[in-house]
C-alpha cells in the first residue's frame, strides 16, 4: 500500500523545514519499507521559493524520489513569475486550493509544516 500525502507551503520560511520533513519522511519509508506517494502544493509568497537555486537543487534531487512539485498559478501571476522559470518537472495547477481540494478528496493526507 502506497501513503498519499500532500505538504502545503505557502510561506517562504516553511520551504527548509518542509523538505526536510519530506526526507525524513522518505528515509522512514525505507527503513519500513513503506512507499509513500508525495505531492508539494506551493502557493502565496512561497511561489518565490522555486527561484531559489539551493532549493531548487533538493526539488531535482527529491523528483527521482517520487515527490511531485505543484506551483499555483494564480500566486504564480500575483509574484510575476513564469512557468519557463521554475525547475523542470513542477507542475502548474490553476489554483492552489483548489488542487488541495482534488488531492485531498483523492485520499491525500494534508500536513502543514
Not at 506517494?37 to 521559493?49: P, Q, T, W
Not at 519557463?84 to 492552489?96: K, T
Request: charged share 15%.
Amino acid at each position: 500500500m502506497t501513503n498519499k500525502v500532500v505538504f502545503h507551503i505557502d510561506e517562504l520560511e516553511k520551504w527548509d523545514h518542509t523538505l526536510g520533513n519530506i526526507q525524513n519522511l522518505i528515509a522512514y519509508g525505507q527503513s519500513q519499507q513503506t512507499a509513500y506517494d508525495i505531492v508539494v502544493l506551493v502557493n502565496g509568497d512561497a511561489i518565490m521559493g522555486y527561484l531559489v537555486t539551493r532549493l531548487r537543487d533538493t526539488i531535482t534531487q527529491l523528483q527521482p524520489q517520487g515527490v511531485s512539485f505543484h506551483a499555483c498559478n494564480n500566486a504564480m501571476n500575483s509574484h510575476g513569475v513564469k512557468a519557463e522559470q521554475l525547475p523542470a518537472g513542477v507542475v502548474v495547477v490553476p489554483a492552489g486550493v483548489a488542487d488541495l481540494i482534488a488531492l485531498q478528496d483523492a485520499g491525500y493526507r494534508y500536513i502543514k509544516p
